[in-house]
C-alpha cells in the first residue's frame, strides 16, 4: 500500500445525475424501459462532460470529483470519489522508464496526462491526493505512446482490490499495455486498454475492453458530418431514416434509439385511419450536446476491428471482429461482429449486425438480426425480425419477419411483418424506365414464394395472410382479399382463392398463431407486438371481402337469370369485383372464398358469445335467470333493424392502411372486444336470432352454442385434414418419409386445436348446465 502523504486538493463540484435503474420507478407504465434507457444514456455522458470539465481546465492540483457509481457489483455506495491530478516526478518517471513502465510521449510539452484513482472512503481523498501510485502504474501501464490531453486511470489494492481468479482474457485485465498511440482521451480505472494502433478522442469506463483493434477515433468533423446528411445525433440517439421510393419522396422518419413501431408509424402516418390509442412516446430534444468523444460504458467491448469511429456502447454492448463501424449507438447487449461494415446505426437491446454484413443507415429494435451475409441500406427492423443472405434497402421490416435465403426487397413497406421472403424472390421492381420512386406496402403474414417477382406499385394491407406461390410474377395492382392464394393462371393471369389459407390450410394459421407468441422476445416491445391473427381489424376485413365476393355472385346470377346461355362466371380484374386486383377468380374460388369467411367470421362471434357467457356463469355471485343472461350478452328482444342486410351494395375499398392492431380499441379493452364480438353476432347469424321475439330464450343459446361447437370442430377437423395431406403426399414420394416426419395424430398443432374443441364442449356443457338449457351436445367426432 502506498505511503500516504497529506496535501491539500481542490474539491470541484458537479451536478450528479439520477441512477436508471431507479428513475421513474413510480411510473408503472409500459414505456418504462425505454424513459429509463434514455436517462440511463444521458447518465454515462454525463460522466464523459464532468470528466472532460476536469481534462479541460489544466493545472498542476490535486481535484476531487465525485461521480454516481457505474459498477453496482462492486460498490453500494450511490457515488463514488476520484482523485484526478497530474503525475509526480517519481510517477512521471516510472511512465517513462523504459525498464518500468516504459511509455513514450508525442511531444513533451504538448502532452498533458492526469492520474486518477478512487477515494478509500469518505473523508480520505485529502490524505490521499498525493499517494505515490507508483507501484500501481508499473503494474497496469507499459509500452504505450501518450499524446494530447489523456487521463489514465489505475486500481489501488485498497479501495480497487481485483478478484483472485484469473482473467479469461485480455478484455478483463485491468490496465492499458502496448497501444501504438494514446490521445485526448479518459481511460478510467479499471478499464482494458490493450495492443491497439491508435485510441483517440475515447472514454473507457471501468470493465470497458479496448482490445487489439487498429483506430479508434472520433473527430469532430466526422461527427458534424454524420449530423449534416443524416440528422445522426449521438447524444439524443436520433437519426433520419427515409424508407419507400428509392429515389427519395417524402417518407422521412426521425427514429430514436428508444422508439417503437407504434411511434415510427405515427412518424410515417400510417395510423392516419383510426387514429392512435396506443401509447407513444415523447422525448425533449435534449440538453447539452454530445462531446467529439467515442464512449465506452462499463462491460462492454470493442474488440480486433480495424477501425472505429463516433460510437456508444451502452453495459455489455460489443463491437467484435468487425470491419469498419462509424457512427453507431448501440443498447445493452447489443452487438456488431465477425467481419461487418456498419455505419450510421441505432441497434437497441439484444439486436445484431453479424458475419460479413453492410448495415448502412438502420436502425434495429429489440432482438432483430441482420446476417451473416447482408446488404442492408436506409432500412428499419422491427422487433424480433430477421434478415440473412439478401438485400434490403429503404424498406421497414416489421417484427417476426423472415428473410432467411438470397432475396431482395427494395421500397417495401411492411410495418406489421410475421411474414417470410423465399429463396429468389425479387420484390424490388422500383423503377418505371424513369426513375426509382416505386414502393409497395404489404399485409401483415404475407408469404412470398420462391422466384416470386413483384412489380411495384403493389398494395397488400388488406390482404393480410396471404401467399405469392412459388414463380408467380404480380404485376402493380391492390389486393383485399384476406388469406388468399395467388397462383400462376391460364391466359398469363394470376388466379386467386380467397380465403384459400382457412379453408383448406388452417394448420398455417394455427401454428403462425403459437409462432408468433413463442417466438416474441422482444419483452420491451410485447405491450403491442402480441396481437392475435383473427382480431376484430382482420375480421372487418374479411366481412368486407366476403360481402363483395356475395354481391359478385348475386350480380352473376341476375345476368344469368336475363341470359340462359351464359356460362359459369370468370372474374377478372377489380372491374368484376373490387379488390381482386390484376387477377382472375373461378367461381368455385368465389364460393370457396365466401365459405372460408364466412366460417371464419362466424366461429370468432361465437367464440366470443361463449367466453362472455362462461364468465357470467362462473362469476361466484348469485345464479343468474335466461332472461337475465341474454339481456346482458344483447341477446334479448332483438328487432329485425339490428339484424344483418344480405342484399346491399358493398363498398368500394379505400386506398388507406388499416387500422394498426395496437389502435384497435379492442387490443387492450375487454368490453371493446365483447362489443365487437357482439356486433358480428347480430350480423351473421340472423336466422337463428329471428327467434328472439317469441319466448323462445332456451332456442337462442342451445342453437347459438350447438353452432359454436360444429364450427370447432369442424376448424379442428380441417387443422388435422391440412396436415394429413402432407403426410400422405410425402409418404407416396418420398422413401423413408414416415420415418423421419411427425404425423398429424402427433403433431402439436393439430393436438392443440383438438384440444381447443374439446375445451369449447366442456364450456358449452358447463354454460347449459348453468342455465339450465336443454342441450343436445352431439358426441365429438376428433
Not at 204 to 233: H, L, P, T
Not at 539 to 549: I, K, T, W, Y
Not at 612 to 635: A, E, F, Y
Not at 697 to 716: F, G, P, R, Y
Request: charged fraction near 20%; hydrophobic fraction near 35%; aromatic fraction near 4%.
Amino acid at each position: 500500500r502506498p505511503t500516504p502523504q497529506p496535501a491539500p486538493a481542490t474539491v470541484l463540484s458537479l451536478p450528479q445525475y439520477t441512477s436508471y435503474r431507479t428513475a421513474t420507478m413510480a411510473t408503472a407504465d409500459a414505456l418504462l424501459p425505454f424513459r429509463q434507457s434514455r436517462l440511463s444514456r444521458h447518465a454515462y455522458l454525463s460522466r464523459t462532460r464532468s470528466l472532460l470539465s476536469v481534462l479541460e481546465k489544466g493545472g498542476d492540483e490535486a481535484t476531487l470529483l465525485a461521480l454516481p457509481t457505474i459498477d453496482r457489483d462492486d460498490e453500494r455506495r450511490p457515488t463514488s470519489t476520484y482523485i484526478l491530478r497530474p503525475p509526480s516526478e517519481k510517477e512521471r518517471s516510472t511512465l517513462l522508464d523504459p525498464l518500468q513502465c516504459n511509455c513514450r510521449l508525442t511531444d513533451e510539452k504538448n502532452v498533458d496526462i492526469k492520474i486518477m484513482y478512487r477515494v478509500a472512503g469518505n473523508g480520505e481523498g485529502s490524505s490521499m491526493a498525493k499517494w505515490d501510485v507508483s507501484s500501481s502504474l508499473r503494474a497496469q501501464v507499459r509500452n504505450n505512446r501518450f499524446g494530447g490531453r489523456v487521463v489514465l486511470g489505475v486500481l489501488l489494492d485498497g479501495p480497487d482490490a481485483l478478484d483472485d481468479a484469473a482473467p479469461s482474457g485480455l478484455a478483463h485485465v485491468a490496465g492499458v499495455s502496448e497501444n501504438g498511440l494514446i490521445r485526448n482521451s479518459i481511460l478510467e480505472p479499471g478499464c482494458s486498454v490493450h495492443k491497439n494502433s491508435e485510441v483517440c478522442d475515447t472514454h473507457a469506463m471501468k470493465r470497458a475492453a479496448i482490445v487489439g483493434c487498429g483506430s479508434v477515433s472520433c473527430s469532430g468533423d466526422e461527427a458534424a458530418k454524420a449530423k449534416e446528411k443524416f440528422n445522426f445525433d449521438l447524444a439524443d440517439g436520433s437519426m433520419d431514416v427515409e424508407v419507400g421510393p428509392e429515389a427519395g419522396g417524402g417518407r422521412v422518419a426521425n427514429v430514436k434509439v428508444e422508439s417503437t413501431l407504434v411511434d415510427l408509424c405515427h412518424e410515417l402516418k400510417m395510423d392516419s385511419n383510426g387514429g392512435t390509442i396506443a401509447p407513444l412516446i415523447t422525448f425533449e430534444r435534449g440538453g447539452e450536446p454530445m462531446p467529439a468523444m467515442n464512449v465506452l460504458c462499463p462491460r462492454s467491448s470493442l474488440m480486433h476491428t480495424p477501425r472505429t469511429s463516433h460510437v456508444h456502447l451502452m453495459p455489455r454492448a460489443t463491437i467484435d471482429s468487425a470491419t469498419s463501424v462509424a457512427s453507431a449507438l448501440l443498447l445493452p447487449n447489443s452487438a456488431i461482429r465477425s467481419g461487418c461494415t456498419v455505419s450510421h446505426a441505432l441497434l437497441q437491446w439484444n439486436a445484431t449486425v453479424t458475419s460479413q454484413s453492410d448495415a448502412h443507415h438502420v436502425f434495429l429494435m429489440e432482438r432483430s438480426e441482420v446476417g451473416p451475409h447482408s446488404f442492408t441500406a436506409n432500412s428499419i427492423y422491427g422487433p424480433d425480425s430477421h434478415v440473412s443472405g439478401g438485400e434490403v434497402h429503404c424498406t421497414v421490416f416489421g417484427p417476426n419477419a423472415n428473410s432467411h435465403h438470397q432475396s431482395l426487397l427494395i421500397g417495401v413497406l411492411w410495418p406489421l411483418g410475421r411474414g417470410n421472403v423465399g429463396y429468389g424472390s425479387n420484390v424490388g421492381s422500383n423503377h418505371t424506365g424513369r426513375i426509382p420512386d416505386q414502393e409497395t406496402s404489404v399485409g401483415e403474414g404475407t408469404f412470398w414464394g420462391l422466384g416470386s417477382v413483384i412489380k411495384f406499385p403493389v398494395d397488400l394491407t388488406s390482404a393480410p395472410y396471404s401467399i405469392i406461390a412459388a414463380g408467380v410474377q404480380l404485376p402493380p395492382q391492390r389486393i383485399a382479399l384476406p388469406f388468399s392464394l395467388i397462383t400462376d393462371g391460364p391466359g398469363g393471369m394470376n388466379q386467386i382463392t380467397p380465403g384459400w389459407l382457412l379453408h383448406y390450410s388452417p394448420y398455417t394459421v394455427a401454428r403462425s398463431e403459437a409462432k408468433f407468441a413463442n417466438r416474441r422476445k422482444a419483452v420491451r416491445h410485447d405491450f403491442y407486438t402480441g396481437w392475435k391473427i383473427l382480431r376484430a381489424g382482420v375480421m372487418d376485413m374479411m366481412v368486407d371481402a366476403r360481402d363483395r365476393l356475395a354481391y359478385a355472385g348475386r350480380q352473376q346470377s341476375a345476368g344469368e337469370a336475363a341470359d340462359s346461355k351464359k356460362k359459369a362466371a370468370v372474374f377478372k380484374t377489380d372491374r368484376a369485383i373490387p379488390g381482386l386486383g390484376a387477377n382472375q377468380l373461378t367461381e368455385k374460388g368465389r364460393q370457396i372464398g365466401i365459405m372460408a369467411y364466412t366460417d371464419a367470421i362466424q366461429r370468432y362471434a361465437l367464440r366470443g358469445l361463449l367466453a362472455r357467457l362462461v364468465k357470467l356463469t362462473n362469476n361466484g355471485q348469485k345464479i343468474l335467470s335466461l332472461n337475465q343472461v341474454l339481456g346482458d350478452v344483447g341477446l334479448l328482444g332483438i328487432a329485425s333493424s339490428e339484424l344483418r342486410a344480405t342484399d346491399g351494395t358493398p363498398s368500394k375499398p379505400s386506398v388507406n392502411w388499416p387500422v394498426l392492431p395496437w389502435n384497435e380499441a379492442s387490443h387492450v379493452d375487454a368490453e371493446a372486444l365483447w362489443k365487437h364480438h357482439h356486433s358480428m353476432l347480430l350480423k351473421e347469424l340472423p336466422s337463428i336470432l329471428s327467434n328472439g321475439g317469441n319466448n323462445n330464450s332456451n332456442t337462442i343459446i342451445s342453437e347459438l352454442l350447438q353452432k359454436c361447437i360444429a364450427l370447432e370442430d369442424d376448424h379442428a377437423k380441417r387443422v388435422y385434414n391440412s396436415k394429413s395431406r402432407d403426410d400422405a403426399r410425402g409418404a407416396n414420394t418420398v422413401p423413408g418419409y414416415e420415418d423421419v416426419h411427425i404425423p398429424a395424430e402427433k403433431d402439436s398443432v393439430v393436438l392443440a386445436a383438438k384440444k381447443e374443441a374439446h375445451e369449447v364442449r366442456n364450456d358449452v356443457r358447463s354454460v347449459e348446465e348453468a342455465l339450465g338449457v336443454a342441450g343436445n351436445i352431439a358426441r365429438s367426432r376428433l
